[in-house]
């Protein structure tokens, strides 16, 4: 899955973006919706462009105790986060980890052996599930309308439940 907008807020009234641990706040449900999807699947990834790395906004020090922050905090409540993977380029940088590329999915998936087939890309923008697809999973869109996605929920917790009925 992705990180903003589908683990954590970005762009509310109390954070704009996501630069240091303090302000990581989860979205409504979260770690319930994940610690569901922990009992039907092998194993949960978060896939992330985090492009204020290379633009100065942020150093990958800090980018890594953000995901910590968040694994552990997640862990606390029961919800397990296998791996966070993350591209740390500039937006423009022409890197092939930055999604809408597939290479970060796709290294996930060699690494650990998962059949991407079996596999859904969470996202709440049209780069995450053109990234699951380019990857061959099937793309869970958070928001109201994607032309590529398999399935459209508000949020994570709605959209769990379709993904593991989905998945047997
Ligand atoms: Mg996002
Ligand atoms: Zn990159």
């Excluded at 770690?31 to 896939?47: G, T």
């Amino acid at each position: 899955m992705d990180r903003d907008g589908v683990i954590n807020e970005v762009l509310t009234k109390r954070v704009k973006f996501v630069n240091k641990p303090q302000q990581l706040f989860f979205l409504p449900r979260v770690p319930e919706a994940i610690k569901k999807l922990n009992d039907s699947f092998d194993f949960v990834f978060v896939v992330t462009n985090q492009g204020g790395v290379g633009l100065g906004f942020m150093k990958e020090g800090q980018l890594k105790k953000i995901h910590t922050h968040m694994t552990n905090e997640l862990k606390k409540q029961g919800a397990i986060i296998d791996e966070v993977v993350y591209c740390p380029h500039k937006p423009k940088a022409g890197c092939d980890c930055r999604k809408p590329n597939s290479k970060l999915i796709v290294d996930l998936a060699e690494k650990y052996n998962v059949d991407l087939s079996k596999s859904y890309m969470v996202g709440d923008t049209d780069t995450d599930i053109i990234a699951g697809k380019r990857a061959g999973t099937k793309g869970v869109f958070l928001g109201s309308y994607d032309p590529l996605a398999d399935a459209v929920f508000p949020d994570l917790i709605s959209a769990v439940d379709w993904m593991i009925e989905d998945a047997h």
